[in-house]
């Protein structure tokens, strides 16, 4: 029978929009019952649209659900049911709607009452796969089975997995009410990785769960390695936003000898803001001993970022009465902001501010501050520098300095410092053309420094009276240059400085009739000096290479020697000095109205050296055996990095013209993970039984030609199991780095174990390693690594022939099994005969919980902790953390 071609085009125009109007508005329908995993072949009813000549029908068609197109497709086949208005996927299908996202084994579609289903599938062996995942917005969920209806956006999740915030959440039926929230019968939340097999767990019959906010519980009970707690509570509630929120800080309970019983690091946590935030923290001990302390991070992306950190304690020894009550008031104050270097490239703000009581490390009774009571000095700077793109360039600086000695208790500031300078000037040469020749090469600049220094101790710190002796000054400096070539292969240098100081403070030395002795009177009021000075230079290089053939092992030796020879200049300007009667015999002596000045004083004495330097450097060429290749270049390695002499003549001196003779060297072994340094003072002059030197050259007065009058020795060993690190463990950002000791941990670490961010453990390392225990014990790779200093130091510039310094330190971090982690840190002073600071850590990653240990044995900072809490900050309150703080004697 034939048809008519118009009238079958018509028929099948019709059975499309007839599938189109009851199923969805421009859905993607297949043009085979199988489908490619790509298919993205898209025919709606206006694809194949006629024009259609019969009348419209008087009944509405039922309106679809569904607002939008629905993507879809699946690798192993599509199945459209006309007749039961089903639509089926199988094998990896995927279905896209707005911001839904499925993924199953098997998706099916009633879109006549707008309903998806989708399910897990069994393999070959009767194992489940292919379990269902969705995703709406930022959520996803896991689950065995789903059911949703489109239209009302209701779900049913059976067995459902997802993760809100740091939690992981397991329910067996989860209904979804409306877009904001979600009821759950019979689940258990963790923060562990591995939601099926936790370490423990949460148990609650009932959840309601709003994303992004919050989640109530019912009655809730604790579950720890599937075993149950007494933990339980009535009912809980549970912050889930992505953002910091505020809330209590769980102190820590421990007791010492002399203060008794202790609750530390305590208090309330403000989330001010996504900028910045507030932590105000506190010590109490009951025989009275306080402290308090507010932490305030702040930053602004692409801009700065920084922290404060303001700290207190007043603490107690004894009680009233007693001869040994002693009481003490420390503080300490931390600043730390850094700009970040794409903010202003013209200007830049930065701070780091250390300073306080200096015995506040000492006497501090927080364990945050042990490894820092080792520390000698304390400083502080904060500066503003600015730089203006003219021609030629101008640069200027202000800063704040502060430098303290917690031996002495004596404290150096500057309040400000004031930089500034323009960029060098070639006045004899073209900008754009090449500098040659003694002419072209002169140049000058122009720096100014001015300070206002404070020299005060820790008693007068922040008081009116630390201002009393303050120094103020400004110096100017022009110096005038150039360089240039001789003989083709020396360089010669050619300089002379011009200095005019400005200060606001000078001295009077004057005899007192009435005291009998001479007296020294402050001058206020502006004075200035000026000098003037000249120096040059002549040096070369030369090389030398030793050839040993090239089927040796090494193949050439390359000696590279630097030779140099200077010469410098200064008159004497003893027109700024003045004399005055010493006693009351009428003794004239001569001084200097700038004496201890800002800026030092005018040279008195005529100068004229000559300075001689040799500069050494030696370079092994050495056959390449990592490779089989006949054509591979050999390596080169370092033998010595340096090997340096220096010395000089007083031209203008009657006697010991000679200066002593220094000598240094260094070089780096073991692939540069060991750091060796040498250096020794050599006098050729002898020296008298008063330990005085005299203009008798030592080889005259029976002795060598050199007399070492010291020398020293420093030796730096890092190592690692890890081929091509140096393991040197230096954290610029740890508590003891920020309280002004080493970046590394061979004085100890200064951290607080219920602090969830100081792990041993590199969580983000962890995460892309493989499984820790595969392979069990004995095959698991455990790393480690180890830090040695070792010091000597030999004095013998009076004879005495004495070590002075001879210790040596060493720390190091050891996995001991995949979870376990040890660190130690410890030494021994050879010259005092005792064990140094020593400090032992150790850690035990839980999974989901963390354990530490640390403990220093012996000596003033005798001290123990121990902490098991969980790492998730959500539920860092859970915990148990108990303590024992050093035994501070208060002096």
Same mark, same amino acid.
């Given at each position: 029978?034939?048809?008519?071609?118009?009238?079958?085009?018509?028929?099948?125009?019709?059975?499309?929009?007839?599938?189109?109007?009851?199923?969805?508005?421009?859905?993607?329908?297949?043009?085979?019952?199988?489908?490619?995993?790509?298919?993205?072949?898209?025919?709606?009813?206006?694809?194949?649209?006629?024009?259609?000549?019969?009348?419209?029908?008087?009944?509405?068609?039922?309106?679809?659900?569904?607002?939008?197109?629905?993507?879809?497709?699946?690798?192993?086949?599509?199945?459209? *049911?006309?007749?039961?208005?089903?639509?089926?996927?199988?094998?990896?299908?995927?279905?896209?709607?707005?911001?839904?996202?499925?993924?199953?084994?098997?998706?099916?579609?009633?879109?006549?009452?707008?309903?998806?289903?989708?399910?897990?599938?069994?393999?070959?062996?009767?194992?489940?796969?292919?379990?269902?995942?969705?995703?709406?917005?930022?959520?996803?969920?896991?689950?065995?089975?789903?059911?949703?209806?489109?239209?009302?956006?209701?779900?049913?999740?059976?067995?459902?997995?997802?993760?809100?915030?740091?939690?992981?959440?397991?329910?067996?039926?989860?209904?979804?009410?409306?877009?904001?929230?979600?009821?759950?019968?019979?689940?258990?939340?963790?923060?562990?990785?591995?939601?099926?097999?936790?370490?423990?767990?949460?148990?609650?019959?009932?959840?309601?769960?709003?994303?992004?906010?919050?989640?109530?519980?019912?009655?809730?009970?604790?579950?720890?390695? *599937?075993?149950?707690?007494?933990?339980?509570?009535?009912?809980?509630?549970?912050?889930?936003?992505?953002?910091?929120?505020?809330?209590?800080?769980?102190?820590?309970?421990?007791?010492?000898?002399?203060?008794?019983?202790?609750?530390?690091?305590?208090?309330?946590?403000?989330?001010?803001?996504?900028?910045?935030?507030?932590?105000?923290?506190?010590?109490?001990?009951?025989?009275?001993?306080?402290?308090?302390?507010?932490?305030?991070?702040?930053?602004?992306?692409?801009?700065?970022?920084?922290?404060?950190?303001?700290?207190?304690?007043?603490?107690?020894?004894?009680?009233?009465?007693?001869?040994?009550?002693?009481?003490?008031?420390?503080?300490?104050?931390?600043?730390?902001?850094?700009?970040?270097?794409?903010?202003?490239?013209?200007?830049?703000?930065?701070?780091?501010?250390?300073?306080?009581?200096?015995?506040?490390?000492?006497?501090?009774?927080?364990?945050?501050?042990?490894?820092?009571?080792?520390?000698?000095?304390?400083?502080?700077?904060?500066?503003?520098?600015?730089?203006?793109?003219?021609?030629?360039?101008? =640069?200027?600086?202000?800063?704040?300095?502060?430098?303290?000695?917690?031996?002495?208790?004596?404290?150096?500031?500057?309040?400000?410092?004031?930089?500034?300078?323009?960029?060098?000037?070639?006045?004899?040469?073209?900008?754009?053309?090449?500098?040659?020749?003694?002419?072209?090469?002169?140049?000058?600049?122009?720096?100014?420094?001015?300070?206002?220094?404070?020299?005060?101790?820790?008693?007068?710190?922040?008081?009116?009276?630390?201002?009393?002796?303050?120094?103020?000054?400004?110096?100017?400096?022009?110096?005038?240059?150039?360089?240039?070539?001789?003989?083709?292969?020396?360089?010669?240098?050619?300089?002379?400085?011009?200095?005019?100081?400005?200060?606001?403070?000078?001295?009077?030395?004057?005899?007192?009739?009435?005291?009998?002795?001479?007296?020294?009177? *402050?001058?206020?009021?502006?004075?200035?000096?000026?000098?003037?000075?000249?120096?040059?230079?002549?040096?070369?290089?030369?090389?030398?290479?030793?050839?040993?053939?090239?089927?040796?092992?090494?193949?050439?030796?390359?000696?590279?020697?630097?030779?140099?020879?200077?010469?410098?200049?200064?008159?004497?300007?003893?027109?700024?000095?003045?004399?005055?009667?010493?006693?009351?015999?009428?003794?004239?002596?001569?001084?200097?109205?700038?004496?201890?000045?800002?800026?030092?004083?005018?040279?008195?004495?005529?100068?004229?050296?000559?300075?001689?330097?040799?500069?050494?450097?030696?370079?092994?060429?050495?056959?390449?055996?990592?490779?089989?290749?006949?054509?591979?270049?050999?390596?080169?390695?370092?033998?010595?990095? =340096?090997?340096?002499?220096?010395?000089?003549?007083?031209?203008?001196? *009657?006697?010991?013209?000679?200066?002593?003779?220094?000598?240094?060297?260094?070089?780096?072994?073991?692939?540069?993970?060991?750091?060796?340094?040498?250096?020794?003072?050599?006098?050729?002059?002898?020296?008298?039984?008063?330990?005085?030197?005299?203009?008798?050259?030592?080889?005259?007065?029976?002795?060598?030609?050199?007399?070492?009058?010291?020398? =020293?020795?420093?030796?730096?060993?890092?190592?690692?199991?890890?081929?091509?690190?140096?393991?040197?463990?230096?954290?610029?950002?740890?508590?003891?780095?920020?309280?002004?000791?080493?970046?590394?941990?061979?004085?100890?670490?200064?951290?607080?174990?219920?602090?969830?961010?100081?792990?041993?453990?590199?969580?983000?390392?962890?995460?892309?390693?493989?499984?820790?225990?595969?392979?069990?014990?004995?095959?698991?790779?455990?790393?480690?690594?180890?830090?040695?200093?070792?010091?000597?130091?030999?004095?013998?510039?009076?004879?005495?022939?004495?070590?002075?310094?001879?210790?040596?330190?060493?720390?190091? =971090?050891?996995?001991?099994?995949?979870?376990?982690?040890?660190?130690?840190?410890?030494?021994?002073?050879?010259?005092?005969?005792?064990?140094?600071?020593?400090?032992?850590?150790?850690?035990?990653?839980?999974?989901?919980?963390?354990?530490?240990?640390?403990?220093?044995?012996?000596?003033?900072?005798?001290?123990?902790?121990?902490?098991?809490?969980?790492?998730?900050?959500?539920?860092?309150?859970?915990?148990?953390?108990?303590?024992?703080?050093?035994?501070?004697?208060?002096?």
């Amino acid at each position: 029978m034939r048809v008519d071609r118009n009238v079958l085009y018509i028929i099948l125009s019709a059975i499309f929009l007839t599938i189109g109007t009851t199923a969805v508005s421009a859905q993607e329908v297949p043009s085979k019952t199988a489908s490619k995993p790509n298919d993205s072949l898209v025919l709606t009813p206006a694809v194949l649209a006629v024009k259609d000549t019969t009348k419209t029908d008087s009944i509405k068609p039922k309106k679809s659900g569904l607002d939008a197109v629905i993507k879809r497709k699946a690798k192993g086949y599509e199945k459209l *049911d006309q007749r039961n208005k089903l639509l089926l996927l199988h094998d990896e299908a995927e279905l896209y709607y707005k911001d839904i996202e499925l993924k199953s084994g098997q998706i099916t579609m009633k879109y006549e009452k707008d309903e998806i289903f989708a399910g897990r599938l069994k393999d070959s062996t009767g194992k489940y796969t292919q379990y269902p995942y969705f995703k709406q917005g930022s959520n996803v969920v896991e689950a065995d089975s789903i059911h949703a209806n489109i239209k009302t956006k209701k779900i049913r999740i059976w067995n459902s997995r997802s993760d809100q915030g740091e939690f992981r959440i397991r329910g067996e039926l989860t209904k979804k009410e409306n877009d904001s929230v979600y009821y759950i019968k019979n689940a258990r939340f963790t923060t562990s990785k591995d939601i099926d097999n936790p370490e423990y767990f949460f148990l609650t019959d009932k959840v309601k769960f709003v994303p992004g906010e919050k989640a109530v519980v019912g009655v809730t009970q604790m579950w720890v390695a *599937d075993v149950p707690t007494p933990l339980v509570l009535p009912f809980g509630f549970f912050p889930m936003t992505d953002t910091a929120e505020s809330g209590f800080i769980v102190p820590t309970f421990g007791d010492n000898t002399r203060q008794g019983y202790f609750l530390q690091n305590g208090g309330y946590y403000f989330a001010l803001s996504d900028y910045y935030d507030l932590a105000i923290l506190g010590d109490y001990y009951t025989n009275g001993s306080y402290g308090l302390r507010f932490q305030s991070s702040y930053g602004l992306r692409y801009k700065f970022t920084g922290n404060m950190n303001l700290r207190f304690e007043n603490n107690l020894q004894s009680e009233r009465g007693f001869p040994d009550y002693a009481r003490s008031k420390q503080y300490n104050i931390q600043w730390s902001h850094n700009q970040d270097a794409k903010a202003n490239p013209n200007s830049r703000f930065s701070a780091s501010v250390n300073l306080g009581s200096s015995q506040y490390y000492r006497q501090s009774l927080n364990m945050n501050n042990v490894g820092a009571s080792l520390n000698n000095t304390m400083q502080s700077s904060v500066s503003y520098s600015k730089t203006f793109q003219t021609v030629p360039q101008v =640069n200027l600086s202000l800063s704040a300095t502060h430098s303290q000695n917690t031996n002495t208790e004596k404290i150096n500031m500057t309040l400000p410092t004031l930089q500034a300078s323009v960029d060098r000037i070639f006045p004899f040469a073209p900008a754009d053309a090449p500098k040659k020749g003694i002419i072209k090469n002169i140049n000058l600049q122009y720096n100014l420094r001015g300070e206002n220094r404070v020299e005060t101790y820790d008693s007068l710190f922040f008081k009116p009276e630390m201002f009393r002796d303050a120094r103020s000054g400004l110096q100017h400096t022009i110096p005038l240059s150039t360089n240039f070539k001789v003989f083709k292969y020396f360089s010669v240098s050619a300089s002379t400085n011009y200095q005019e100081t400005w200060v606001m403070n000078t001295i009077r030395r004057e005899y007192n009739a009435d005291s009998a002795a001479a007296v020294i009177r *402050d001058v206020k009021g502006f004075d200035a000096f000026r000098t003037y000075n000249f120096a040059s230079s002549i040096g070369t290089t030369i090389y030398g290479t030793f050839n040993f053939g090239q089927d040796k092992k090494i193949q050439a030796i390359r000696h590279v020697i630097r030779p140099s020879v200077s010469y410098s200049y200064a008159p004497s300007f003893d027109q700024y000095y003045d004399y005055y009667q010493y006693d009351a015999a009428g003794t004239i002596r001569q001084y200097t109205r700038f004496e201890s000045g800002l800026f030092g004083q005018p040279g008195q004495t005529y100068s004229s050296q000559v300075g001689i330097a040799v500069n050494n450097t030696f370079e092994a060429k050495v056959r390449n055996d990592d490779t089989d290749s006949a054509d591979a270049e050999p390596k080169k390695v370092m033998l010595l990095n =340096n090997l340096n002499f220096s010395t000089s003549y007083n031209l203008a001196a *009657d006697s010991l013209q000679w200066a002593p003779l220094r000598v240094s060297a260094g070089t780096n072994l073991f692939k540069e993970k060991m750091n060796i340094n040498f250096g020794a003072t050599l006098d050729p002059y002898a020296i008298n039984n008063a330990g005085n030197r005299i203009n008798t050259y030592n080889m005259d007065n029976g002795g060598s030609l050199f007399r070492m009058t010291s020398a =020293n020795v420093t030796l730096n060993y890092s190592i690692t199991s890890e081929d091509g690190k140096s393991g040197d463990g230096e954290d610029k950002d740890s508590q003891t780095a920020k309280n002004g000791g080493r970046e590394d941990d061979l004085f100890g670490q200064a951290t607080d174990l219920s602090d969830r961010r100081k792990s041993m453990f590199d969580e983000d390392e962890d995460s892309t390693k493989e499984d820790k225990s595969e392979g069990g014990f004995f095959n698991a790779k455990l790393p480690w690594d180890l830090r040695f200093a070792y010091s000597l130091t030999y004095a013998n510039d009076r004879r005495e022939r004495k070590i002075v310094g001879n210790s040596i330190m060493v720390s190091g =971090n050891l996995d001991i099994t995949p979870r376990w982690k040890m660190g130690f840190s410890s030494g021994y002073d050879f010259v005092l005969d005792g064990v140094t600071f020593t400090q032992l850590r150790f850690e035990r990653d839980l999974l989901s919980w963390r354990m530490d240990f640390n403990w220093i044995p012996f000596g003033d900072n005798t001290s123990w902790g121990f902490f098991i809490g969980i790492k998730s900050s959500v539920l860092s309150d859970i915990k148990w953390d108990k303590r024992r703080v050093p035994d501070r004697v208060i002096r």
